[in-house]
């Protein structure tokens, strides 16, 4: 769905046109009715990649393609949904004329886009709301309607550039849930995010860039996989003698010492420890690594 | 068609602008008050009444196509609604000559209101209204168009405030062509005759479409002078679009 081939924008910034790489060398693979969560922290170069898909931007050098055809063709964006990071609209249109709007704009046929007008107000809840000039919206509702813009055409990939920054967990948990049901519904979505938790939650595939590079891409599990953090045992009934076989990580709750062990073998023996003793092990929970965890120790070193 | 998608949503945006009511207001307030200062004079009181319509009219309606005009383009990437524009199927000429469309759409509402106005002064003050004068009309609202074009070019590449400044001294500078040119001429200087003849045929000489004087003291007009200056006003407005549009198409949206 999208493919780019050493993408690359270079900046020229301040009087005498200092040179910034804000991307360089990206090739990256989006595949059909996938959610790819593209993300990095803040100016890692998530949006001017977006732009440069859009067409906003054009790249130094490489090439890029959405769909199976290159950018410069207009008619591409016919099939492509597109929400801008913290976007501004016209505050003097109401949300059932800016819609109106961008369907001309895609020569939408007069009865299809009315019904799909009244659906799309209804999915993202702003119905009664349809009459109140843009001005005058909440910053969810801003992005609630954003996302009935991108979807107007009923695209078959939607790329959505940090929808869920700037909102509370209640407006980024409706967002997530449009997201969901837009892969329901067979779409392909591409969306950067610096709000990892969410990327987590919903993402098959996730890329990380940092300052301009894409340092890992894949799928959520495999980039996580071989990092077990640690397992924790919870046991009961078990005195002084099984923790002092424990190096690290034991704290007591009540009767209960919860452990946190490095591998199997140290699992195998304090349950064996623990059935000697006829204390009872509770639980044993392997802790792998957050995305989070992972984004610091990479991000945080380079 | 998408043209006229933007064209109508522009004028929508320009219709529902303070400013715009605000200039209004005061235009048909001048042209009103013609009324009041035609009786101090004694005679002539046509003529006031005609020379303060027609001017006000250009006046308000230059004030009207720069102020609208500078934000077009600027403020749509300022506050960054071009990004969902640009991102659906449409060229960038198809937007920057649909914005320019809107405009003109709210430039011919204005003047006609103007214009009403102005009728509606010699009608109750029992003046005839003259085919002259809907010509020097029809050549304001041409200056209009180049005006708008000029607005509209700065507005691609620079900020609100810039092309204001920028588009006004277009403005100034080409109501005095004429007048550089003799002045480059009476000098004799080589170098300054080449500079002041290359700045008379790059800015657009709106003299060309100033016949209010003509009209108020009822001097006979050449009528391929009003053709011709209706052709130099299209022409000079499809080169400045057209460099509009180069500027706008390499530009980046950042």
């Not at chain 1, 501004?88 to 109106?100: G, N, V």
Request: hydrophobic residues 50%; glycine residues 8%; positive net charge.
């Amino acid at each position: 769905m999208i493919r780019t081939e050493g993408l690359t924008k270079v900046f020229r910034v301040g009087f005498w046109g200092r040179k910034v790489t804000a991307l360089s060398y990206l090739n990256l693979q989006v595949n059909e009715k996938e959610i790819f969560g593209f993300l990095g922290p803040n100016g890692a170069g998530k949006t001017t990649t977006l732009k440069l898909l859009m067409g906003l931007i054009y790249p130094t050098s490489g090439r890029a393609w959405l769909l199976g055809r290159e950018l410069t063709n207009a008619a591409v964006k016919k099939e492509i949904g597109f929400l801008p990071e913290a976007p501004y609209f016209y505050d003097y249109l109401t949300a059932h004329e800016f819609l109106r709007f961008y369907g001309g704009l895609f020569e939408i046929e007069k009865n299809l886009l009315k019904g799909r007008i009244e659906r799309l107000l209804e999915m993202v809840g702003l119905s009664d709301n349809r009459h109140l000039p843009l001005g005058k919206f909440s910053k969810g509702m801003l992005q609630r309607i954003g996302i009935a813009q991108a979807l107007i055409n009923d695209p078959r990939l939607v790329i959505l550039d940090e929808p869920m920054s700037g909102l509370d967990p209640i407006g980024r948990r409706e967002i997530r849930d449009i997201i969901l049901k837009l892969r329901s519904d067979g779409k392909t979505v591409f969306f950067s995010s610096h709000i990892l938790s969410d990327a987590e939650m919903i993402c098959d595939r996730v890329g990380i860039l940092n300052r301009g590079k894409l340092i890992n891409v894949g799928r959520l599990d495999e980039i996580l996989e071989a990092r077990l953090k640690y397992i924790e045992v919870i046991a009961e009934g078990v005195g002084a003698e099984v923790v002092s076989k424990i190096d690290k990580g034991v704290m007591t709750a009540g009767d209960r010492i919860i452990m946190r062990l490095g591998n199997e073998q140290q699992v195998n023996e304090v349950i064996e420890l623990t059935s000697k003793m006829n204390g009872k092990v509770i639980s044993i929970i392997p802790q792998k690594e957050s995305l989070e965890d992972y984004f610091i120790k990479e991000v945080g070193t380079n | 068609m998408k043209i006229v998608v933007i064209a109508l949503n522009t004028f929508r945006e320009t219709v529902r602008e303070k400013v715009l009511y605000n200039l209004l207001f005061f235009a048909l307030l001048m042209i009103g008050s013609s009324v009041l200062l035609s009786t101090l004079t004694i005679g002539e009181q046509s003529k006031i009444i005609m020379d303060i319509g027609l001017a006000s009219i250009n006046i308000f309606g230059i004030l009207i196509a720069i102020f609208v005009g500078i934000g077009l383009v600027s403020k749509e990437i300022e506050k960054k609604t071009i990004y969902t524009i640009i991102s659906k199927p449409i060229y960038r000429y198809q937007f920057l000559l649909g914005k320019y469309l809107g405009l003109l759409i709210t430039l011919f509402v204005n003047t006609s209101i103007m214009v009403i106005g102005f009728f509606a002064v010699l009608l109750i003050m029992s003046y005839n209204i003259t085919p002259d004068m809907i010509k020097a009309i029809l050549l304001i609202y041409v200056e209009m168009m180049v005006v708008t074009a000029v607005a509209l070019m700065f507005s691609t590449f620079t900020t609100s405030a810039l092309s204001a400044i920028f588009t006004i001294s277009i403005y100034v500078i080409g109501h005095l062509l004429g007048d550089l040119k003799a002045f480059a001429a009476k000098l004799g200087n080589p170098v300054m005759v080449f500079m002041m003849d290359a700045l008379y045929y790059i800015l657009p000489n709106l003299e060309n479409f100033n016949i209010k004087g003509e009209v108020v003291h009822n001097i006979a007009l050449d009528p391929s002078f009003i053709v011709m200056s209706v052709l130099y006003g299209l022409l000079y407005i499809t080169m400045i679009l057209l460099s509009s549009v180069i500027i706008f198409q390499r530009r980046d949206f950042k």
